[in-house]
């Protein structure tokens, strides 16, 4: 393939690591109740030595990007599957053990083989031709530009989705899109839920330009609806040859018979009982001329083959599960291909960094609040997500039950305090305005008692003017009732002597009278 002659050298020391690494990890990570994935036979191995061969000569121009591309397809086919940190540090131990004895000869040792970040993705680099290379990431910053600049592409033409691009939740979205990049690439994130798994899978689909196809599930959606469903897929990507992801979560499969389509889906492409006649022949008649350019007899089972292997090149299953409880566990046992035909991607609990990135992001919006107030606050959220956490832990192990702290429940989290914050502002806003009113009531009304005090003392310097007056009239007036009552007794007395008057020229008449 033109690449250098020392690249050419060390592909058998590439092959001899994978296969060595691949025995110690089936000797030591063995399958369990809990690990019941913990099946590694040759897929692996095709899958690791699959992504070796995205190599160009244009890119790996030396044996130590070869080395680290080894790595990383190592990681991803292998630590990606496992379940707890304990694993992935006995993992990390095995994969170290194997690069050292392969690759410690290499120009810059072992440090050069290990740097980080050890990303590798097809989005980030094209050839002259427009043509996606499988090159290294450079730095997480120019990562992190990038999956920016492709969300906002997203955000422009779907639903938006605010993500926060922290360190993990970038590393997922380089995950998904190297498996669902590859042909036949089927991809089984598993996770509690709100970890992001259909948020990164859409945004991992839109990255490598593929449609996204969700069921929509109702009171009413049926095996009839599902097998319907999955023929319009079978037609987008065979017949048509428009790649596209089918996305699915457990939530979704309401009845358990969906499975058995999946799983014939993704382990042979051929799903029974799906295909009338006229849709075969239909299917047929569209890649007919493919058939024949492809230099093959136009045969009805070269059609068909060719279609059906159309469909899976293109098509590209992503089942985002639910470990909690047995459902899992019980599916896969039931459905083999759900994990031997797909590439796991088990989403872990957010780290500190993202716990923090996250709370810092959604608690920006806030407004009035203070830079280290903020911060203080986001560092707090996050510790309290840890500690809860923590107390899980012990609880599970004292009382041997599970009490689930998940990413959902920390936005949750960040939701309730900001609904609470915003609630008590208003209710303290609205006293505020009540204390104000009152305040300008009482000035209000302080004022116009001021106004009537002013008004009265004006009437009380009338009204003692009006008494005063009254006084003098009543004084007045008694003077003149004295001189009155004087005349009156004067006059009392003239009328006892013309009383007395009268009685005697009346006793003197009467006396006249009878002479």
Known sequence: GGFDAEVVRLSGKLVDAAIELHRLVMNNFLPSAVKFHYQFNLREMSNIIGGMCRMTKDVYRNPVQAARLWVHECERVFRDRMVNDTDMGKFDEFRSQVTKKYFEDLPGGLGAVEERPLLFTSFMQSSPDDTPLYAPVPTYESLKKALEDKLNEYNETNAVMDL?????????????????????????????????????????????????????????????????????????????????????????????????????????????????????????????????????????????????????????????????????????????????????????????????????????????????????????????????????????????????????????????????????????QAAKERLQNGVEKIAQASAQVADLQAALREEQIIVEEKKAQTDELIVSIGREKAVVDEAVEAGREDEEAARKLQNEVQAFQEECTRD
């Open 164 to 428: 926060v691009l922290f360190q993990q939740a970038m590393e997922h979205v380089t995950r998904i899109s190297r498996i669902i990049d590859q042909p036949r690439g089927n991809a089984m994130l598993v996770g509690v839920g709100g970890s992001g798994k259909q948020s990164l899978a859409r945004l991992a689909a839109h990255i490598c330009g593929y449609d996204v196809f969700q069921i929509a599930v109702s009171s009413t959606y049926g095996i009839a609806d599902f097998k319907e469903n999955l023929l319009s897929l079978y037609t987008k990507a065979g017949a048509k040859g428009q790649p596209v992801v089918f996305l699915m979560t457990d939530n979704q499969i309401v009845k358990e018979h969906f499975l058995v389509y999946i799983n014939d889906l993704l382990s042979t492409g051929i799903v029974a009982d799906l295909f009338a006649p006229e849709d075969k022949d239909n299917f047929c008649n569209a890649v007919r001329n493919e058939v024949k350019a492809a230099g093959l007899l136009d045969t009805t089972d070269n059609c068909w083959d060719f279609f059906i292997n159309k469909v899976r090149r293109y098509l590209h299953v992503v089942l985002c599960f639910s470990p909690v409880g047995d459902k899992f566990r019980i599916r896969a046992r039931q459905f083999p291909a759900l994990v031997n035909c797909t590439q796991l991607d088990w989403f872990h609990g957010w780290p500190a960094e993202a716990l923090l990135s996250v709370a810092t992001r959604f608690l920006a919006d806030i407004p009035d609040v203070a830079d280290d107030v903020r911060a203080s606050m986001a560092q707090y959220m996050a510790q309290a997500h840890q500690y809860v956490s923590e107390a899980s832990q012990q609880y599970l192990q004292s009382y041997r039950r599970y009490n689930y702290t998940t990413p959902k429940s920390y936005l949750e989290l960040i939701a309730l305090y900001k609904a609470l914050l915003a609630r008590k502002r208003a209710e303290l």
